[in-house]
């Protein structure tokens, strides 16, 4: 059979992350729709960032989530964000593929600072 190529080769997806942008006169918004999380899915809550880190160009926290709970809490998200705007990814081991060819967005698609992720890192 041989060696699969790149296009053959089926990627690993260990969790996913959803990234919830807020700016400050939408953080209450954005604090609801946290705690709504949390209530509801077996989810890690991350820390709130006011100030940019890694590729986002927004306000933003993390919420991560197994690869089983996709199903619940994606279309959640979809009919819950409100009017936030949210990154959702798996990670597969490769952070540029996952924030860009391999994400999903809801809302509107913010630019991202691609520079602050490595190829397969």
Known sequence: MGTESGADRVETITEYHAHVYYRPETKAEAAALREALGARFPVRLGRW???LVGPHT???YQVAFAVEA???VM???M??????????HPMTG???ADHTAH?????QRLPLRLEALAPGR
């Open 94 to 96: 490769d952070e540029l």
């Open 70 to 72: 996709f199903a619940q």
């Open 58 to 60: 927004q306000s933003m």
């Open 79 to 88: 009919l819950h964000r409100g009017g936030l705007d949210v990154l959702v």
């Open 49 to 51: 960032h006011d100030a």
């Open 75 to 77: 279309p959640w998200l």
């Open 103 to 107: 994400a999903a967005w809801l809302g």
